[in-house]
């Protein structure tokens, strides 16, 4: 295939001109980045991984109605997405504490919330994306009401769908963010989710042994983030249960 014009470079993804008008492809790269990318690594195979689990999990969410710019996995680093325009916003969807709201309110890391808390950021790398409240949102027109309540029944709806999985495999789904785009449909304009869903984007704990299985491993030098991935991967039967955890994993189709 001819190489494509590249429209956008992230941290750990790489946007070029899809094959047909309102398509993209998404490529994901091996670097691994935290604290707004002071901290860099390239990790072997791990684009490879977070492109199979991304599809896995987007795939499940289209079936119960969740519609997603995902279309179909091109190889093992790249597949083809709807073309939207991204909602300057981070969704953050908390069932226990961790992170930043551990910190802000004083609560110790692992305690269960009332209730799920979503929480908005806004996707500025320069300004740390902060925390914006729904009156900031509005305030600056980033989403309308109704986007807001699209938007916060959305996640839910993947919280719910997410939460179920990684139970069923021995996860815990402590936190997780998601991204939400724009598209149009002739003059009808619809919210899908965009983006990524992966252990880059959630954090992800062993429900016996507490393991992070998450980018916290990179985060906190706890180990190997290849092998923290396969084994999200193995769980969820994306890789054979009985294979051995490379450094260059090999997925199944």
Known sequence: MARRKLIYEGKAKILYEGPEPGTLVQYFKDDATAFNAEKKAVIEGKGVLNNRL?????TGLMQIGVPTHFIKRLNMREQLIRQVEIIPLEVIVRNF???TIAKRLGLEEGTPLPRP????CYKDDALGDPLVSEEHI???GWASQQDLDDMVSMALRVND???GLMLAVGIRLVDFKIEIGRAW????MRLILADEISPDSCRLWDIETGQKLDKDVFRRDLGDLADAYTEVARRLGVLPTNAPAPSKPTLIN
Do not use: P
């Open 54 to 58: 991304s599809e896995f999990f987007m």
């Open 97 to 99: 504490a961790a992170g």
């Open 117 to 120: 808390i979503i929480e908005f």
């Open 138 to 140: 509005a305030a600056f």
């Open 161 to 163: 769908f997410m939460s």
């Open 185 to 188: 449909d002739n003059d009808f």
